[in-house]
Nanobody, 114 residues
């Protein structure tokens, strides 16, 4: 089981930026992603990146968020720009795809105020 730990969340006003970090051993993992869970909603995958740097973004974040993987440092970042109140959620990083056996880190809270 891969253990990944998220950090970097916080509270910002709409239009602001945050950079989330994810640390853990990603050696050999074919794809990692950032997920989020908003209050009262299901957890959703918002961006996926493979080791060959192919990325896939959800429409809701395309053009505003960017994932960066530094395999040599076991770090995955999520740069979030032009944040909106609807981006308020707990953000998680994890392998892609996940299964019922996949464990999750504590996540990091992002709150965007209007």
């Amino acid at each position: 089981q891969v253990q990944l730990l998220e950090s970097g969340g916080g509270s910002v006003q709409a239009g602001g930026s945050l950079r989330l970090s994810c640390a853990g051993n990603i050696t050999g993992i074919s794809a990692v992603g950032w997920y989020r869970q908003a209050p009262g909603k299901e957890r959703e995958l918002i961006v996926k990146a493979t080791q060959d740097r192919t990325t896939d973004y959800a429409d809701s974040v395309k053009g505003r968020f960017a994932i960066a993987i530094y395999s040599d440092r076991n770090l995955v970042y999520l740069q979030m720009n032009s944040l909106k109140p609807e981006d308020t959620a707990v953000y998680y990083c994890n392998v892609v795809p996940v299964s019922s056996q996949t464990s999750w880190g504590p996540g990091t809270q992002v709150t965007v105020s209007s």
